[in-house]
């Protein structure tokens, strides 16, 4: 009874944040995941929570809800439009995002 959780840091064009991002599931520390690199964490099927920070900075805590064999993926990246930019110095929650991709069904 296991899914996947892949994520993958990447962003589309420049992106100032390129240190690699330490990756929290369930609020445990998981793994981490370098520039232009992925990884994938097996997780029980069910709901959970997951979460990337480098240093002070993080993105928000985002639940996601895993089948059996499915593959829940993330694009993690610190590419954030200039105005949420400058006020992530104010809130670094703000500073990085999970951004969701298409699930991937591994019956495939």
Do not use: W
Not at 22 to 38: K, Q, R
Not at 45 to 54: D, L, Y
């Amino acid at each position: 009874m296991t899914a996947t959780l892949k994520l993958t840091h990447k962003a589309i064009g420049a992106e100032v944040r390129r240190h690699p991002y330490t990756v929290f599931v369930d609020g445990d520390e998981a793994g981490s995941v370098a520039m232009n690199e992925s990884i994938e964490l097996p997780v029980a099927a069910g709901r959970h929570t997951v979460q990337i920070r480098s240093g002070r900075d993080s993105s928000r805590v985002v639940e996601f809800d895993a089948a059996e064999g499915e593959t829940v993926a993330y694009r993690c990246t610190g590419k954030r439009f200039l105005p949420v930019f400058l006020a992530s110095f104010v809130d670094p929650s703000l500073a990085l995002v999970l951004v969701p991709e298409n699930a991937i069904d591994g019956a495939g």
